[in-house]
Structure formats: structure tokens, C-alpha cells
């Protein structure tokens, strides 16, 4: 059993919590994750203490950890925005789309912050290109996971913002490749999908689950619908189950379990009993 654990919208710079910092600590200890996920939103407005404060506590929880950046993980300052959009990332966590790799897990980080937009993320052509020969490369039987800011499910509960642009294509390219997993933050809620749940396919096709983490940061507490939480997932053989934790005032509360086939094989839909 491997677990990966996934974090998503830390927002450094807004309200941090020391109480919900040590609790994740010891959560931590009883997942025993082999890796951490922080996909994006790490900070609130780029700046190089934010970042700083962001970084120094994912790497405290003694992990491996797999960043990339969010739409707020950018200067808000002109030019700084357009001409060094990267820099404060870059400088504390190397590149904007890691990797990580083990015997049984491979995991792709892309960046789909486009600095002239606020809100909005896409992925160009190329970038998937270069996903789809880096996922050629994983290690056969590892499980595949991407991972990106912009969501590609839309949450009813509150959020207006846009999905990633062209999803439809995003999404079928990467399960072409072989990912089988993909998560995503932004939103500031969990939203979890099989492909088939919510788009008709022909023929017999992978199975690929869409996870987007609700936030872990509350920059805007009296907004409702933004509930503080992160995903464990519990990757075996034959399935993959999404923990859902959700902060409750003073410790984590595992609130969903959520269970999918891997997508090895292409699904089979069980019998109704
Ligand atoms: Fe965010
Ligand atoms: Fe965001």
C-alpha cells in the first residue's frame, strides 16, 4: 500500500494556524505517507516571506514534497509579475514542474498559472507534449498521478472560476499517457470524479480519477463553502481510496472515504447487487 498525502491552497500570508500545523504533524505520523502533494496557492501574494514561511513548514513534516505553483505563488507587483514570475518558486523548490519517482509511484507536477491572467490556468500544447514523453518514462506498473493547480471539476458549493481551459482535451491526453490520477486545488473544495462519472466514453478506456483538495489555508474565513481539509490517497493493487479530512475547529476529522478501481485495466462496471 502506498499513500500519497495531498495538500492544496497552504494561502502563507493569510491565516496561519499553529494548531492545525501540529495537528497535520500528527496525522502525518499515522498516514505515513511516502509523499506530500502541495499543489499551488502556497502563498497569498508571492512575496519571498510568504514563500519562505510556506516552504519552511512542508518541509518540516519530514517527507519527501512535490510543489508547484498556484496563481497566487506569482508577484502581484508589476513588473515583477511578467518579467521574473517564477523567481521566489524557482529559488526555494528548483522548477515549476518536478517529478518524483519511486519503484511504485510516479508523480508529474505541470504548471498552469499563466501570469497575465488572474485567475484562469491552462496548459500549452507543448507542456502536455513534454508530460506525455515524461509519463513514457515511468517505471512500468508504477502508479501515475498529475498534478496541476487549476481544477478540472467545478465544485457546486460556491466557486464561479473557471476550470482549466480546453479540460476535455487536458483530460484525455493524460489518461492517453497513462496517468491515473489527477489532482488539483484552486477551488478551495473537494471534488472527486471517476472520468465516467461525468463523461460519456466509448469502448473500453482507463479509469482515471480527478481529485481536487479542498484548501488547506483559509484566506477569507467568513466565506462560506471553503471548509479546511486535505486527501490522503491509499493506492493498492486494485483500487485507490480518497480520505477526505476536514479541519473541525481543533483536529482533523477523516469525513469521506471514497473507493475507485487503479485503472490498470480498462474498467469493468460491477453488477448492481
Ligand atoms: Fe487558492
Ligand atoms: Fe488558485
Redesign the pocket.
Known sequence: MTRVLHV??L?YGTREDPAMELALTSLLERVRPELVVAS??LTHRGRRDQHERAAGFLRSLGVPVLAIP???DIPYTFPARFTRPWEEFERLWETTEPSYRSDGLFVLGLNSVRPWRHQSGALRRAQLRRACETLAEAPAGAFKIVTFHHHLLGAPWRSTKKPVSDRNSVLATLVDSGAQLILA????QAAVSERREFEVTEGDVRAVVVSIAP?L?Q?RPRRRGEARGLHVYAIADEAIAIETYIWRVDDWGLTAVRRFPRGREPLSVDPVP
Open positions: 492544496s491552497d494561502h499551488g496557492d498556484g496563481n497566487h486545488g484552486h477551488i478551495h484548501g489555508g484566506p
